[in-house]
């Protein structure tokens, strides 16, 4: 069974920088055949896209709200997926969902994304 774990959210100050993980299970090696990505969810928003990346970590495409403050990673030996934040803003406040795409391209749908994880809040304080 697939599982997907996301760690690292919590409260900062503006300008501050986070990590965020996601951890998975169940894929086997089959991890490293996978598109990921990272969406977020703000109180009375909709889903959206953050970033997300190739199957082998050699490309990756970010939301132009993230592009420059954030980075998405992979390690597929470890299975585990990174969200590296900085320069954090407010507006950046919402709960970061980490997902598995069987897509051969990076997407920034989320419907093409098959599994999720439940989500890490992070929260902004100015």
């Known amino acids: 069974q697939v599982q997907l774990v996301e760690s690292g959210g919590g409260l900062v100050q503006v300008g501050d920088s986070l990590r965020l993980s996601c951890t998975t299970s169940?894929?086997?090696?089959?991890?490293?055949?996978?598109?990921m990505g990272w969406f977020r969810q703000a109180p009375g928003k909709e889903r959206e896209f953050v970033a997300s990346i190739s199957s082998d970590g050699g490309s990756a495409s970010h939301a132009g709200s993230v592009l420059g403050r954030f980075a998405i990673s992979r390690d597929n030996a470890k299975n585990t997926l990174y969200l590296q934040m900085s320069s954090l803003k407010p507006e950046d406040t919402a709960v970061y969902y980490c997902?598995?795409?069987?897509?051969?391209?990076?997407?920034?749908?989320?419907?093409?994304?098959?599994?999720w994880g439940q989500g890490t809040q992070v929260t902004v304080s100015s």
């Open positions: 169940g894929f086997g090696r089959t991890f490293s055949t996978y598109i």
């Open positions: 997902a598995a795409s069987r897509q051969s391209l990076i997407t920034r749908s989320a419907i093409d994304y098959d599994y």
